[in-house]
Structure formats: C-alpha cells, structure tokens
C-alpha cells in the first residue's frame, strides 16, 4: 500500500487559491485521493496511490525522455494557416491565433533531437493543450520534417500522439494528412530505420487510423484512451454501454493493437532498451 | 415510385401533374400533347435551375439519394465479368467493401469499393457500407494480390465512414485503416479511385490514396459528416447546413484545393435520374485515365503517387 493511504486529507477544495503553488492539492480523479501538488510534480503526475497518469505537457516529457533533459528543437516549416477560410461561430483564423499567441506555439506538433540512453533520437510530439492536439496541415508538414530529420541523422523516430484527431476547420485537407503522415512514416522505414510510436492520452480519430498504428513497436501509457471512433459516437450508433475499460490502452494491448503498456517513469528507460537492439548506430555524445 | 428530395419538391409536382396528364392523353388528343409538352419543358428548365447552383447541403443529400447508383449497378455495366473475392483471411468476410478481378477495355483490373445497399435487406448486408476492420484488410488483400500480379486498381468510393462499433474496435479499426492507406502508398501498380457518393472521412481515405482521384459532380467528400461538424462546432446537428457549406465538401471544392485531379458530370437533375448515363461517363473516365497512366511511360507509380500527395496542401 502506498504512503498516501493513511493520509488523512485536508479540508482544502482544490479550486480554492493558496499562496504559493506548492501548496495546492490535486485530487486524483481515479482513487479520489488528495496529493500534494509538490508530490505530484516530483512523480511526473502519476498518482502515487493507484498509478492514475494524468495528461503531461510536451516539455515535461521531452525533458523526461531525452538524456539529461537535453535536446534540441526542429525549426518547422510554416504554411498557409487556413485554407478554407472556415468560419463557424468564430473564424478559424481568430481561434488559431489565440491559440498561438496562449502557448507560444506555431501549432500542435512539436519535433525534438537528442539522444536517449545514448541513442540518437527524432521525436515528433504532439502538444494535446493547442487545438485538441488535431492534425491539419501544420501537422502533417511537422511529421514529414522530423521524419527528413530522423532519415538525415540516421536516427529512430518516436511519435507520440495526443490528439483527438483530425482538424476539422482545415476540412479535406485534414484528412489528406492521413496519407501525408503515413509517407512520413515510409520515409523512415525506406531508409532501415526504426519508427517507434508512444500512445499517450487520447489518440483517436484520423491521428490514430494514420502514423499512430503503423509503429514497428508501439507503446501506450496506461489508462490512455486509444481508438478510432470516439466513445459518445459508439454509444449512440450501438444505444448501449460500453464495456469496462473500452479503448483503453490496457485493453488495446489485449486485443493486440499494442505491444507495451508502459508506466511514465519507465519510458526513457524502455525507449533506450528498443533502441539498443534496433538501432545500430550508436553516438559517443 | 421515385425519391424526391426536400428542395425537389416543385419538380416532384411538375411531374406528377404531367405524369396525370398522360394518362388522360388517350381520350383528349392533340390539346393535351401540346400541354404535356408544355410542362416538360417547364420541369427541365426547372431541374436545370435547380440543379444548376446546388449548395454544399442540397449536394450532401443528392449523393446519398438511396436511388443512385452503386458499387454493384456499376459492377453490372462496367465489369460484367467481375470475379467477386471474399475475405481478409483473418477474421471474416465484411460485404461493406468489396471486391474482385474483371476485365474492363480488355485489361485485367481490380476492382474495390465499398457497397451500401439497396434495400433494406441488402443494406443490412452491406452495413450501409460501413465497412469493419475485415473489409479494409480484404482491400489491402486485393491490392497486395494486384500489386503481385500487377493489375491496375480501380476503387469506387461511397461510404457514410467507417464503422463506429465496440467490434469494430476490438478488432483494430484504426490499424486496419492505417495500413489500407500504408498499402494504397506502397502499390507499384497504378490505382484510380472514383468518389461516386459519399466519401466519409478515414472510411474514404482508406480505398483513395491514389494516383488519380475523381469525384461524380454530386459527390461529397469530406474529413467529418456535416452532422457531425455541427454538432461539435455549433454544438447542435441543426447547422448541419452551415457546416456544409463551411467544410468545402463539394467536387468544385475539392478541385479548386487540389485534391481531386477532375470531376465527372452527372445528367441533369443528379446521377439518380440517369444512372446508366452516369457510369458510363465514368466509366470512360477510368479508361482514359488508365489509358494516360500506362503511355505516359510513368515507370514509378509509388514515386508519382508520393509526390501528388506530399503536393497537398502547398501553394495557397
Ligand atoms: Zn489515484
């Protein structure tokens, strides 16, 4: 049984503000235990009672995954923002650059280099926080480059979605991502290099029915839900509940669909242990 | 008894009154005639209006009229001989895709599409083209097979998407669609694809990663259903219009964004009307696109089929 158990929980709710950051409470969402922020952070947001992995930053997981936190950020191409001048209660482009302007970002894909255990390493990762993580063609022109990057450095690619799918403000042209992400992904095994995928929490849609299943080993994070069509719309097609654990990635590995689910802490550790077998090169860095 | 749609209602009316006059010609002669033919014309000029500015929304419902024609009336006209091949070797026989070998202009093709039905029984059979995870690896078996052999591929898309279901889910929908599209890419022979209802979203993608792509006038290709574009960004099925219209789903949109490499026109008042006029324009359409994909001496169709696709998307 792990520490918190017999902790006895503060009569705090969790939106009340308290002076400093270190002292706030999160209540877990899954076994409702309160930890202490602090606690949460140091345990890269995986609940110390019953595992619960909460949904990360791209920062914090890069800084987590690559050898001493170092690594290096792909400039990416930029293109035409909205090509259909799509408009529904508010103009994409407003919502775009808001969303911009909020994170600092050019859009939701972010492509990372550095080593891992040694290895040299291509990461293309999605930031869930802009946009839902949806693939458009920011996207698409984002997994291409860190694929050009992974076949000229001779590197491994790790793609690690989080994203709910397509980008419908960008209409067909989201969809053509589809295909663009698997050539991506043909890049890097044409030139005999491994292509890794990390499911995080959520993949679905067009994101997971593209790159995301085509891993030559694919990992999930547990608890992550993982699938094609979105629960609310199963539901309603087939008017019944879905069974316990439904898209989840523990229940996508018992179907097959995954190789390892694997808990937060044990990713780099996992990621530098396939490399060493699959990945002749090794750098001396 | 035919199917109007909503916005065809004064042509429905024009009909029925010169369908009632018809009957009564046989006692009332020449004054008649002249009447019916009146109203002919009259109904003509109207379809010709009506089908002439079409919206986004108005096209939605053409291409899912349940009398248009599909995968199989376009069997019987164009490939008579096909050979139908059931089966993705792993788990079943999904009849939402399907496929086989025929002869089309004295070449061996593969033929691949999705069906959705007819009637109620046969749309049960074809999951109103809904296919599961066995549909699309009994495509990527087809395409394989016509990649050994290298027969050219020919796939006719019409599908509301793929099948949202806890089976479908179960047995891998996402990898499944994932690698069709892997396999479309990775062909050395060439594929043609034909948009000739609905092509819904990663359902679409799935059988369309192809060398050329064409859509039927009326078709609809899309990355969500207007129904489901609205109920997530207007928050209610009833914009289903406006998102319509805001998706650019239509073929002039797509031609215009430089997805599709060219539209195939439909007889006047939508494919339904005229179904054997329709796929014979399509099927001449694939026959010169076949006829141009081989004498172009294109030697590497994966190469020309990369290149189009990384394309997308550049030079707004
Ligand atoms: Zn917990």
């Not at chain 2, 599908?159 to 069709?180: F, L, N």
Request: charged share 25%; aromatic share 8%.
């Amino acid at each position: 049984m792990s520490w918190l158990t017999n902790f006895v929980r503060p009569k705090i709710q969790s939106a009340k503000k308290i002076e400093t950051p270190d002292n706030l409470w999160d209540k877990c969402p899954s076994c409702k235990q309160m930890v202490f922020h602090r606690d949460l952070q140091s345990n890269l947001f995986v609940c110390p009672a019953c595992q619960y992995h909460w949904r990360i930053g791209f920062k914090l997981r890069l800084e987590k995954l690559f050898d001493q936190g170092q690594y290096q950020r792909k400039s990416l191409p930029k293109f035409e923002a909205d090509p259909l001048k799509f408009r529904d209660q508010k103009k994409y482009a407003d919502r775009l650059k808001e969303y911009q302007t909020k994170s600092g970002e050019n859009d939701a894909l972010v492509v990372a280099e550095g080593t891992v255990g040694g290895h040299r390493l291509v990461v293309a990762i999605f930031n869930f926080s802009f946009m839902g993580g949806s693939m458009g063609i920011a996207v698409g022109e984002g997994l291409l480059a860190a694929a050009d990057a992974a076949v000229a450095s001779k590197a491994a690619l790790l793609a690690i979605p989080a994203s709910g799918g397509a980008r419908m403000q960008e209409g067909i042209l989201s969809l053509m991502q589809m295909p663009r992400s698997v050539i991506a992904v043909e890049k890097v095994k044409n030139a005999g290099l491994p292509y890794l995928v990390l499911l995080t929490d959520p993949t679905t849609g067009g994101v997971s029915a593209s790159f995301a299943m085509l891993g030559d080993i694919t990992m999930a994070e547990p608890g992550s839900i993982i699938g094609f069509a979105g629960a609310r719309v199963i539901e309603e097609t087939i008017r019944e509940k879905l069974p316990e654990g439904f898209q989840r990635a523990e229940y996508l590995q018992e179907h097959g669909m995954v190789d390892l689910v694997v808990h937060r802490h044990e990713i780099p550790k996992t990621v530098a242990k396939i490399l060493s077998h699959l990945n002749p090169v090794r750098t001396t860095e | 008894m035919p199917i109007f749609l909503d916005f065809e209602k004064p042509i429905a009316e024009l009909e029925e009154k010169i369908a009632e006059l018809q009957q009564l010609s046989g006692n009332n002669g020449v004054s008649i005639a002249d009447e019916v033919r009146k109203l002919q014309l009259k109904a003509e000029k109207m379809l010709k209006q009506t089908y002439g500015k079409l919206t986004a929304w108005q096209k939605t419902q053409v291409a899912r009229h349940p009398e248009r024609p599909h995968l199989k009336d376009y069997c019987k006209i164009l490939f008579p001989d096909l050979l139908p091949l059931a089966g993705d070797r792993y788990f079943g026989e999904d009849q939402a895709i399907i496929g086989g070998i025929a002869t089309f202009h004295e070449r061996s093709v593969m033929i691949i599409g999705h069906e959705k039905g007819s009637d109620t029984s046969s749309r049960m059979r074809h999951n109103f083209g809904m296919a599961l995870p066995e549909g699309y690896r009994k495509a990527r078996r087809l395409m394989e097979m016509a990649d050994r052999f290298g027969l050219p591929i020919i796939t006719l898309v019409d599908t509301p998407g793929a099948y949202p279901g806890v089976e479908a889910e179960a047995r891998g929908q996402a990898e499944a669609i994932a690698k069709s599209i892997e396999t479309c890419l990775r062909l050395r022979v060439p594929i043609i694809s034909v948009v000739i209802g609905e092509g819904g979203s990663g359902g679409a993608i799935a059988l369309a990663s192809a060398n050329k792509v064409f859509m039927l006038e009326n078709a609809i290709y899309s990355v969500i259903s207007p129904e489901g574009c609205a109920s997530i960004l207007w928050r209610s099925a009833n914009y289903s219009k406006e998102a319509a219209e805001a998706l650019k789903l239509t073929a002039d949109d797509l031609l215009q964004l430089r997805v599709i490499d060219g539209i195939i026109p439909e007889p006047l008042g939508g494919a339904h009307r005229q179904p054997e006029q329709t796929i014979q324009s399509v099927g001449q359409m694939l026959q010169k696109t076949l006829d141009e994909l081989y004498t172009k001496s294109l030697s590497n169709y994966q190469e020309h089929r990369q290149k189009k696709f990384l394309a997308i998307g550049h030079g707004f």
